[in-house]
């Protein structure tokens, strides 16, 4: 496991000296002796990933090269910081400071040889240290661990009452003939096993089954020992079938299982394939056969059934309280003085039953007082994933183990976040791309490295490691968390591999669990200049890579401590939080930050605090490799003409909007731009969009807060001009006038081949809104659709037949005008979710919109009374007639959400 971060740090050095090899011409000799090097350390991780991580020569051979790795990338960056500012320079200073640039790279070389000489050696005598003796499966390790785990999760946990009375209806379902695959999938710990087991021993299940049998797969298996583990089930084995091969105990265990009707648990299932190999030995019989597969991998529950899995949720807090007492006092009632700080530690839990059930047993052998128990609530995670017995490590770190080697940093990366914090996706994935975490295959169609993060993303939900806490309307991941044992893990494995360390108060930042410093420092909470200035890391700061400040208070301005103590940083996010007593200012030393990917900067502050930010910097935009820039907090912001030269920009938001002028010189244009919000539109931002100076633009938001500036021609005019963005796929527009004379993608052609999928309108006001729907509704190619807090103009709305062809999602929130809707046969055919809120004069939904085939979710909230008792004999007309589309009705009134109001922490 140990190598993960180690082989991308080699990986991301030699690609860089690849792609950079402009900047190291003058030392080409040393530069191809380092790449060397480096592909000889990687290459030894790659042949004993896996063959010996136990063993304490592998381990310390590691460290040397991780070691070896990081110094490296030091004297590798400092460098290259040299060369870049050296090309800054007038001609006398460029003579004057050369020759320190090649005596740097070449002592890096020098220091790769050591390390060199110990891979070779360590090639040389492979069998002497055992390496290849660790390659098979240790068999008796396996086995403890498996015991460790049973020892957890089949205690006899909790609750699982109604999740058990679901399965065991699905299971013995006698309308369903066919033999099916039923799933059960959660993260480890969650108590997938226990469920099974309740299961499997549930009354209802032996007396509909003929013949049951269990069976433990795990990670490693063998298909004769599984078929073996099935088979002694039903029949009694002789010396003769453990001589058999693979596929004779396939045909036997078919012959045993034909003509009855059976059930199998097969518990912890990792790969999809595993199906593939046994699925032949259980006939359909049209018996109504069941197999259960517990798993935390999504694939492969989607692998051997379309039935859709069960996925296990956590305990509540009064299930979890029940659990830890069961396991404290095993019987016995918890005293009084102690039920406030147990209910404490139950909720420190997060309601996964491994956490609590390894707490109890901890808490069962200490004393029962209350400065005991008042001693853990602090720490509890800490204490469950350092225990003596590694109950909870060693659970968690089997799903660690199987990832593959490019998810596994992007999986430890998610712990450099706070506790309960809840991460915005595009904010993760726009990260793990500045790290340098995504690689993108060469192949015929280059992919985005964007769209590879997200696909990462749902890789790791996908296997229980990372959990959504919501989706966007496209179904895409808009928030997400993990679980706080999970989160204590991940930076316990990355401060062991010296990947990032995370500081939460001014004593951790005085000191470091490591003897050198961390590459990325995540500061969260209230942080002193004392313990600022006083920091081993500030003084140290060429390591540190990527720099995160949380929410936190400061007295100072944590953007100049950032600018000065940290200069080699790729990564920079500085979330300030409210109560600051400092003015917020750009400082010239951010154009000295030669390395930077991504700076976000997030204020919430006093007013005249964020006033102090009159415009963006032109030094940034000097900056050679900055990718994202993100500001959060702050009035509307002029940007320096400079911007044009910036081909490497990807991504630019700001909250408070950004004021663009065209460019003053011909040819300059942000070719790499992908998504722009927002921009304060004025009378030249047609200019803008006419001259194609966005062609690879993908996502805009257009507005201004003041929608009588801007007549409707002038609207009209803008939104014209759009006709020029051919990859454009996300429009937003807000507090904006629209006219009756619209010309949106004005061309049939235009309509036709337009790549918009998602528009959103926000407090815009509509002159003739029949008239833009259908507009809106020859887009060809639109999925989303939302108009909030929007003036219509007009008493009805009415979609025609043959608009919105692809239309998925529809959204009208807070739209008081509107009291008609009207939907004609065939408008809208592949509409999936409606969502009505705050539509105060709305009296009807369509009739037509029930008959739609693909529609699955209606969900209306803060109407008037009468169109919610309409809506209410519908829903229990839809009920009773078996109707697949799900009509959800919620109470409350509707309140527009405060332009300004922050999030939690971003």
């Not at 004297?75 to 290259?80: D, H």
């Not at 296990?312 to 830890?324: G, H, I, V, Y």
């Not at 809208?828 to 409606?834: A, D, I, R």
Request: aromatic share 10%; glycine share 4%; proline share 4%.
């Amino acid at each position: 496991m140990t190598d993960a971060v180690v082989g991308f740090v080699l990986e991301k050095l030699e690609s860089l000296l690849v792609h950079e090899a402009n900047l190291f011409r003058r030392v080409k000799g040393d530069v191809n002796l380092l790449r060397d090097d480096l592909g000889i350390m990687n290459a030894f991780l790659k042949d004993s990933e896996g063959k010996g991580d136990d063993h304490y020569m592998v381990k310390v051979l590691i460290n040397q090269i991780r070691d070896t790795a990081y110094e490296a990338e030091d004297v590798t960056n400092t460098y290259m910081a040299q060369v870049i500012k050296q090309r800054r320079r007038k001609l006398l200073m460029k003579l004057f400071h050369w020759f320190d640039h090649a005596f740097a790279l070449h002592a890096v070389a020098e220091k790769t040889q050591s390390v060199k000489k110990r891979i070779e050696n360590i090639y040389a005598n492979k069998t002497t240290f055992g390496i290849e003796a660790q390659s098979h499966v240790d068999e008796e390790a396996e086995q403890s661990l498996q015991q460790r785990r049973r020892n957890v999760e089949e205690e006899d946990v909790v609750g699982f009452i109604d999740d058990t009375a679901k399965l065991v209806d699905q299971l013995t379902n006698e309308q369903r003939l066919h033999r099916e695959v039923i799933s059960i999938i959660g993260m480890g710990g969650l108590g997938k096993t226990t469920l099974a087991r309740k299961i499997y021993n549930d009354a209802r299940i032996k007396n509909r089954f003929d013949h049951c049998a269990w069976v433990n797969v795990s990670q490693e298996y063998k298909t004769s020992v599984l078929l073996l583990d099935i088979l002694k089930c039903f029949v009694k084995l002789s010396d003769e079938m453990y001589k058999m091969s693979n596929e004779e105990l396939k045909v036997m265990l078919r012959d045993n299982l034909k003509g009855k009707r059976y059930f199998v648990v097969m518990d912890d299932v990792w790969k999809p394939r595993f199906w593939d190999e046994i699925r032949a030995c259980f006939p359909d019989d049209l018996n109504g056969s069941r197999i259960l597969i517990t798993s935390r991998e999504k694939e492969v529950a989607s692998h051997a059934s379309s039935t859709p899995p069960y996925f296990l949720p956590f305990l509540d807090k009064e299930r979890s309280w029940e659990l830890l007492c069961k396991k404290v006092f095993r019987g016995e009632k918890c005293p009084s003085n102690l039920e406030r700080l147990g209910r404490q530690l139950a909720k420190k839990c997060k309601g996964l039953p491994l956490s609590i059930v390894v707490l109890g047993g901890i808490l069962a052998n200490k004393e029962k007082t209350q400065q005991t128990w008042s001693n853990l609530i602090g720490n509890v995670n800490w204490f469950l994933i350092d225990d003596d017995n590694k109950r909870c490590s060693d659970i968690l770190a089997l799903s660690y183990s199987y990832l593959p080697r490019k998810l596994r940093v992007c999986f430890l990366y998610v712990g450099v976040f706070p506790e309960d914090f809840l991460i915005p996706a595009r904010t993760l994935i726009q990260m793990w791309v500045a790290e340098g975490f995504i690689s993108v295959e060469n192949d015929s169609k280059k992919m985005d490295e964007i769209d590879v993060a997200e696909y990462y993303l749902e890789q790791l939900i996908d296997r229980s490691l990372i959990l959504v806490a919501s989706r966007r309307s496209d179904g895409g991941v808009k928030t997400c968390r993990i679980h706080d044992l999970v989160r204590d893990y991940c930076i316990k494995m990355s401060i062991q591999e010296k990947f990032y360390e995370v500081r939460v108060n001014s004593a951790d930042l005085r000191r470091s669990s490591n003897s050198s410093i961390p590459r990325r420092l995540s500061i969260q909470g209230n942080i002193d200049s004392e313990s600022i200035s006083s920091s081993r890391t500030s003084n140290n700061s060429i390591s540190v890579g990527s720099l995160l400040l949380f929410n936190s208070y400061f007295h100072y301005n944590p953007l100049n401590w950032a600018l000065k103590n940290f200069r080699f940083v790729r990564l920079l996010s500085v979330e300030v939080g409210k109560s600051s007593d400092y003015f917020f200012t750009f400082s010239k030393e951010i154009g000295q930050l030669v390395f930077l990917r991504y700076l976000r900067i997030s204020f919430w502050g006093p007013i005249v605090t964020v006033g102090s930010w009159k415009s963006f910097p032109a030094y940034i935009c000097k900056l050679p490799y900055l990718e994202t820039i993100h500001l959060k907090g702050g009035a509307a912001m002029p940007m320096p003409n400079e911007i044009w030269m910036m081909k490497q920009l990807r991504h630019l938001y700001a909250s408070g909007g950004i004021e663009l002028e065209p460019p003053s010189k011909v040819g300059h244009t942000l070719s790499n731009l992908k998504v722009l919000s927002f921009v304060r539109v004025d009378g030249k931002t047609s200019i803008l969009f006419r001259k194609s100076l966005f062609p690879n633009l993908r996502k805009l938001h257009l507005g201004i807060y003041s929608p009588h500036v801007i007549d409707t021609s002038t609207t009209s005019e803008i939104l014209a001009s759009l006709e020029s963005l051919q990859n454009l796929q996300i429009f937003k527009l807000s507090d904006l006038k629209v006219g009756r004379r619209l010309d949106l993608f004005p061309s049939s052609s235009s309509e036709s081949s337009s790549k918009l999928t998602k528009i959103t309108f926000v407090k815009c006001e509509f002159l003739d809104p029949n008239h833009l729907m259908g507009i809106l509704g020859k887009l060809a190619n639109l999925q989303i659709l939302k108009i909030k807090n929007c003036d219509m103009s007009s008493r009805q709305l009415h979609f025609m037949a043959g608009e919105f062809p692809q239309l998925e999602v529809f959204e009208m929130i807070g739209v008081g005008d509107i009291a008609t809707w009207e939907l004609e046969t065939h408008a809208m055919p592949n509409l999936q979710h409606l969502f009505i809120r705050g539509c105060d004069d709305l009296r009807n939904l369509p009739d037509e919109l029930w008959s739609l085939a693909n529609l699955r979710m209606v969900e209306v909230s803060a109407i008037q009374p009468d169109l919610r008792e309409k809506l209410m004999i519908k829903q229990s007309k839809l009920k009773k007639e078996g109707y697949s589309c799900k009509l959800i009705l919620r109470p409350g009134y509707y309140s527009p959400p405060w332009p300004c109001s922050p999030p939690r922490y971003f």
